[in-house]
């Protein structure tokens, strides 16, 4: 930003690797130029490093600090104890994981009296995008005391906040069971859609909960964020420097004698279940967003030798550095950048043995977890009824690892049980049959199809069957969640592009007929009835 006017091809180079090149070269080119952004930097730096040691702001003065969250904490003490504050902050501050200490401590000590969020839709500010939230968080002093606090989400005018439907009441023994590790605070568009929150975590306990002593983490789950775009950038080769190199192409990799080049994963290659989504391609014209996508047709998903086209290779080395036991046969990742508003917020896949850049985090595995039991995990994250929930948590773009921590997840030695609708097989091998037919329809996925025992390990490419394996393994998850069928349906209308019954989604039949009739037919099999 700070070189936007100034010196536009520092702004627009195309990595992170070339801008600091630039930026060094400037010293000789432009030496007042680079005297000012040595200024302006070492300010920045200074005033962090102040909020950082000064003892003044121990809940926000971490992380990567906002001055809002700042002058919220300096709010929160210097009040009278019998005070009241209002402020009007971005919601991030009930939401973000550097605020979640602030927070954390405004519910537990029972201050926090409400939280009115509004999207700028309308816009209320003028001269701030869109997108973007507000709220207007009102808190006391600490000899405040308030049973619960009242919410109101997504809301547009202040006319909004006099519809009592709008209104919902959360205790503190609420945040700590949607959000038991941070306390932090989930985001209801209405009344139903909290008690259906409330009810899917009465029955199934989340990812990770660092409340526990023991068996907090039956997965082991650890989250890894492979390399950053901006600090690795070193690292990255594109397609050309490596032929100058004299490598030769193999497959998704690049070859010369014992070096080998992996490819480098980026969020927007993936989709569900989908490792060969997209190619990205370099517009280097659109300096905002370089790496443009070009989507992989059905022809080229139906051929098991074709690859996707990453914007960099990195080597095979500095993947294996980051990995502890390496889980060599393929990862689960997921897109990190999301909104609850989108299609779906969570979206996860197997992607084979590569690099992955830092918007598709990694969900690895502390202790041995067969190929088996983590499709089942993979079938979870990217089911509707996981979706429902997760959208309650995502206040900002991005699904953080402390968010998916605190979602409801199966175990997995709830898999071991019979198949309630199929009784002759595990829970476990219903699950994954389906997601290894949807994952493995690719030649570099036969790793991951061989160690799960696949058969054949390259599953053809087929969109009319894949919506129905989704729609099974939707339905599927609605009833291990306990999802009634009435509320099935007003979870389905929620979601963009899938709701109504005339919808083609994915072809077809529409994707809500779909699911319900998987539901009605699996629930009737299993004997339960609403």
């Given at each position: 930003?700070f ?28 030496p ?76 537990s ?29 009102l ?35 609420d ?11 989930p ?45 690795d ?6 397609a ?19 070096a ?22 370099v ?15 059905q ?51 197997f ?10 985090p ?17 079938a ?37 049980a ?32 061989e ?53 083609t ?26």
């Amino acid at each position: 930003e700070f070189f936007e006017s100034s010196a536009p091809h520092i702004a627009t180079a195309v990595s992170a690797a070339t801008r600091r090149r630039y930026i060094e070269e400037l010293e000789k080119e432009n030496p007042e130029l680079y005297r000012l952004y040595k200024q302006a930097k070492d300010s920045a730096e200074k005033t962090l490093e102040h909020v950082r040691t000064c003892e003044r702001f121990p809940l926000t003065g971490q992380g990567d600090i906002n001055t809002y969250a700042v002058f919220a904490e300096l709010a929160y003490s210097i009040v009278a104890s019998h005070g009241r504050v209002g402020l009007l902050v971005p919601s991030g501050i009930a939401t973000d994981h550097t605020t979640k200490e602030f927070f954390g401590g405004l519910v537990s000590e029972k201050r926090l009296i409400a939280i009115y969020d509004f999207e700028n839709k309308a816009p209320i500010f003028p001269d701030v995008h869109r997108s973007f939230k507000i709220t207007i968080l009102l808190f006391g002093g600490k000899d405040t005391k308030a049973v619960s606090s009242d919410f109101v989400f997504f809301a547009h005018t202040m006319a909004d906040l006099e519809d009592k439907n709008r209104h919902i009441a959360l205790t503190p023994a609420d945040f700590k069971l949607f959000n038991p590790n941070t306390l932090t605070c989930p985001i209801f568009r209405s009344k139903r859609d909290a008690e259906l929150t409330k009810a899917i975590y009465r029955r199934v306990p989340v990812l990770v909960d660092n409340t526990r002593k023991e068996g907090g983490n039956p997965w082991g789950i650890k989250f890894l964020r492979m390399f950053d775009q901006t600090n690795d950038a070193e690292l990255f080769h594109t397609a050309d420097k490596l032929k100058v190199e004299g490598f030769k192409r193999d497959g998704s990799c690049w070859k010369k004698g014992k070096a080998r080049f992996l490819p480098l994963y980026e969020a927007k290659m993936i989709q569900m279940y989908d490792h060969r989504a997209a190619s990205v391609v370099v517009t280097e014209e659109n300096w905002m967003r370089q790496g443009q996508t070009a989507d992989t047709s059905q022809v080229q998903h139906q051929n098991p030798e074709f690859v996707v086209d990453p914007r960099w290779w990195i080597h095979a080395d500095e993947v294996r550095k980051l990995l502890e036991s390496a889980e060599a046969d393929g990862f689960v990742a997921y897109k990190d950048v999301t909104s609850s508003t989108n299609q779906r917020t969570m979206i996860s896949a197997f992607i084979p043995f590569a690099g992955v850049l830092n918007s598709a985090p990694l969900m690895l595995h502390d202790k041995p977890i067969s190929v088996r039991a983590r499709s089942c995990l993979l079938a979870n994250l990217n089911s509707i009824p996981f979706d429902f929930v997760a959208r309650q948590k995502v206040g900002g773009l991005h699904l953080n690892f402390f968010i998916v921590e605190q979602l409801p997840v199966f175990a997995p030695d709830y898999y071991t049980a019979r198949c309630p609708w199929e009784k002759r097989t595990t829970l476990e091998k219903w699950v994954s049959d389906r997601v290894l037919k949807l994952s493995c329809t690719s030649n570099d996925m036969i790793p991951l199809a061989e160690a799960a025992g696949f058969d054949p390990p390259v599953h053809k490419w087929n969109p009319e069957e894949r919506a129905d394996l989704m729609a099974q393994l939707d339905a599927a998850y609605f009833l291990m969640y306990g999802i009634k069928r009435d509320d099935v349906e007003y979870i389905l209308s929620t979601f963009n592009g899938i709701n109504g019954s005339g919808d083609t989604f994915f072809g077809g039949m529409g994707t809500t007929d779909r699911i319900l009739k998987y539901y009605d037919k699996f629930a009737e099999t299993a004997g339960h009835s609403d």
